[in-house]
């Protein structure tokens, strides 16, 4: 059995789950609304404030469903309550990040300033020049969106210049010899 799979989820205070016959589950808490369609082969049941994900057999699919189907109605209910939060850092000689009302202008060594807006439902900040917060309720989204502005400039091995996850560690190079022979 699987141990994220039969883990169950207790629904907190403030939060609705509603699972219609297609297994279409629908979240809505304080922060916002969520829904996602589950595979049909699981079966989701809630009880007593618990919702519980059982798969109809050992079978090698239904496995692997098990604890993926968990953990994704688990991100959305700590979506609508917490909401997801990634943080970048900004290394480089006149690299920074500027908001703009919604949408976040980045100078990262271009042409022109690069900016960024955000989908529904995220909210971009940058609370210094050389960070950015990416906050939402989509756990999905927010890393897809957090990913994207990181590949704007990928942080390099051999200064460590560009945009990167904070606490992300960049394996470094060692530069040219440079020794005569």
Known sequence: MSRIGRAPITIPAGVTIN???ENLVHVKGP???LSRKI???MKITIEDGVLHVTRPSDDKTHRSLHGLSRTLI????VGVTQGFTKNLEINGVG???TKQGKNLSLALGYSHPVVIEPPAGITLDAPTQNTITVHGIDKELVGAV???IRGWREPEPYKGKGIKYAGEHIRRK???AGGKK
């Open 19 to 21: 699972v219609d016959e």
């Open 31 to 33: 922060k916002g609304e």
């Open 39 to 41: 595979n049909k082969d």
């Open 74 to 77: 688990n991100n959305m209910v």
């Open 95 to 97: 690299y920074r990040a």
């Open 146 to 148: 957090a990913a994207n």
């Open 174 to 176: 060692e530069g040219k």
